[in-house]
């Protein structure tokens, strides 16, 4: 299946241009302006309740992982399940520099990031020295996700134990009003959009994908597979560890759920599956749609669940794929016709 | 220290015998069941009605069995079925992905339906000295329980021709068909197997701790762990990774305490996974 979802991103209209011309970055930057456009609009909608704002920031959050992991998972083929924990370390770095440290929050943003970045890479680069497999690799990353959880745990005069802690640092700055924190969830997005289109577009994304499509292949023609999986992994895990820490900076708390296994990672790869795994607009696509979906079937609680359980299997049984190249090759054959 | 090699002992036992079930799938159809935690939860939430009903427990455990089992057979005639037609690493992330996708719909429907139901068994009685050291009643039940179906499967594996057929596919599933074994129904087999082993975890584990609904996440990331340290196919192999995590997590919470000790654990399955990628007794890569 690998196969089919690789296959994809080739015959997609976007990313297909390898060189980089003027009209590839127009074809870049048109998709991400207007993605920046109806995503800013948002809050004319839901910007009265502080309750839908929130649900719109993690959403935009949700977003922003999806990326992390699509640019990890859909770009290298390094299944990363330790998305939480990457930006778990972002989140709870942030909050211990800024507040148990003393650093301004911009430093410990920044160091916190570093952190994760810093992790995501060493988890790659052993796991691409043992060469481990995609399940490997998986079950690799999983575990360093539970010793993540547990140590949360574990040192609860830091990070609160089960119950979570407040981040002192940020309050009563713009960072903790209505309105404002989704716009800055909302340039998140769109750099780290603009980021993976560009590393698409140059000779790293050349890499990226021949390396996916073809590993030996690739590694025959010279490319040096180890080295750009572990770029991938540093350019994913920084995203995620930067989403983490904002996103834990503008929500003032958080407990090991935040960022718990079960929470971001199961629901990021449904929303993947959902999108479009390996396209640059996949992420945004199932990401939203989920969170809104989510939000509609909120009143059903547990049959939330099992709804999702259905949906994850129909998606890799019917369109394995996701929605996005179903819509994109509908959309090229109504323009043959 | 004989205390916590016990305690250690008994511990890995249930880690063990939590791989088995998900080890043989695994090395069998190169199927890894993310659902197998939840099949075990069913069971014994089959065992607890089943009790609740009235049933005495040998009968409800047997009830449990049966319907372990019969999820197995289930999920290898509907969900699998596309799974099969695929091979190699794609084979396996489909089966994750779909068994993924079952795993949501048990958990989803089991805490909508009975959030708190628990299948708890009591073995009464007080402790029990071994070696001079007191161990809990229901623990060395279940170790014994636990002992007995790993006997059982080493005799079926190496004695009966159809154990020795399962193990031939497991080894090179072309060879095997050369010789006339259908992997397909050994696979069907080995499933409802599966089922029926993790219907034992569940009952074993209740004795020692509740089995609520929430835990099927928890047993298949256990399950998963020691069957990846303990080699892909491999009975011995979930055996011994077990007793061995198990020692390693008791002495390590003994002497250095706490949370660190779940940490050492999963940093010593980490590590072996990267020294050893087929695992202590893997078959093959």
């Known amino acids: 299946m690998s196969q089919q979802l690789t296959e994809k991103i080739d015959s997609s209209p976007i990313g297909a241009n390898v060189a980089p011309s003027s009209r590839s970055l127009l074809s870049l930057l048109i998709p991400i302006a207007l993605i920046g456009i109806l995503l800013a609009l948002v809050p004319l909608w839901l910007g009265d309740s502080r309750v839908m704002m929130g649900v ?7 977003v922003c992982y999806a990326i992390g992991f699509n640019v990890i998972f859909g770009s290298t083929g390094q299944l990363f399940l330790c998305v939480g924990a990457l930006a778990g370390i972002g989140g709870y770095g ?3 520099l800024a507040d148990n440290v003393g650093l301004p929050i911009i430093v410990s943003i920044l160091l916190a990031t570093l952190a994760a970045t810093v992790v995501g890479g060493v988890l790659s680069y052993v796991a691409v020295r043992r060469s481990l497999g995609v399940i490997f690799t998986g079950i690799v990353t999983l575990i360093f996700s ?4 547990t140590l949360l745990l574990g040192i609860s005069d830091l990070t609160g134990g089960d119950t979570g802690r407040m981040i002192e640092a940020g309050r009563g700055t713009f960072l903790r009003e209505q309105i404002p924190p989704y716009y800055v969830m909302l340039a998140l997005v769109l750099i780290f959009l603009l980021v993976h289109g560009l590393l698409q577009r ?4 050349w890499a990226f994908r021949a390396l996916r499509d073809n590993e030996v292949a690739a590694e025959l023609a010279g490319i040096d597979v180890a080295r750009y999986r572990v770029y991938g992994a540093l350019v994913g895990a920084a995203m995620l560890g930067l989403a983490g820490s904002v996103y834990a900076m503008t929500e003032g708390r958080m407990s090991p759920t935040t960022f718990g296994f079960g929470e971001v990672d199961v629901v990021v790869l449904v929303m993947l599956a959902f999108g479009s795994i390996g396209n640059l607009f996949g992420p945004v696509l199932g990401a939203v749609t989920f969170t809104f979906v989510d939000e509609l079937l909120i009143e059903f609680g547990q049959l939330r669940t ?17 929605l996005l190249s179903v819509l994109t090759s509908l959309w090229r054959r109504i323009r043959q016709k | 220290m004989i205390a916590n090699i016990l305690d250690g002992i008994v511990f890995g036992l249930q880690l063990g015998l939590l791989a088995t079930g998900l080890t043989l799938v695994y090395g069998l159809g190169g199927v890894l069941n993310m659902a197998y935690g939840q099949i075990a939860v069913v069971s014994a939430m089959v065992v607890a009605f089943a009790m609740d009903a009235g049933l005495p427990v040998l009968p409800a455990v047997v009830v449990g069995l049966i319907a372990g089992g019969l999820v197995g057979l289930l999920l290898d ?5 596309p ?3 695929l091979h190699e690493e794609p084979r396996v992330l489909l089966s994750l992905l779909l068994t993924l996708g079952l795993s949501f719909i048990i958990d989803g429907f089991l805490i909508w339906r009975y959030p708190l139901q628990a299948l708890s068994l009591h073995i009464g009685g007080g402790a029990i000295d071994i070696l001079g050291v007191p161990m809990r009643r229901g623990s060395l039940v279940a170790s014994a329980i636990t002992l007995m179906t790993f006997a059982g499967l080493f005799l079926f594996f190496r004695y009966t021709s159809l154990g020795l057929a399962i193990r031939s596919v497991i080894e090179d599933e072309e060879g095997a068909r050369l010789v006339g074994i259908t992997p397909q129904k050994m696979m ?15 009952v074993t584990r209740s004795m020692v701790t509740p089995v609520d609904t929430t835990a099927g996440l928890s047993i298949t990331v256990f399950a998963l762990i020691v069957t990846v340290v303990g080699g892909l196919g491999s009975v011995a192999g979930a055996f011994f990774a077990g007793i061995i995590l198990g020692i390693i997590n008791v002495v390590a919470a003994s002497y250095i305490g706490s949370y660190i000790s779940l940490i050492i654990l999963l940093a010593a399955a980490a590590l072996t996974i990267l020294i050893r990628p087929a695992g202590l007794l893997g078959v093959k890569e």
């Open chain 1, 94 to 96: 942030a909050a211990i």
């Open chain 1, 146 to 149: 539970m010793s993540f959880d």
């Open chain 2, 188 to 202: 069907r087999l080995i499933l409802i197997l599966s089922g029926v082993l993790a219907a034992v975890v569940a």
């Open chain 1, 306 to 322: 099992i709804a999702y359980g259905v949906l994850v299997i129909s998606l890799f049984l019917w369109m394995p794929n996701g």
């Open chain 1, 56 to 62: 719109a920031v993690l959403g935009l959050a949700f």
């Open chain 2, 77 to 81: 005639q509907t969900l699998l079925r």
């Open chain 2, 83 to 85: 799974v099969y037609r």
């Open chain 1, 202 to 205: 140059s000779y790293i994304g």
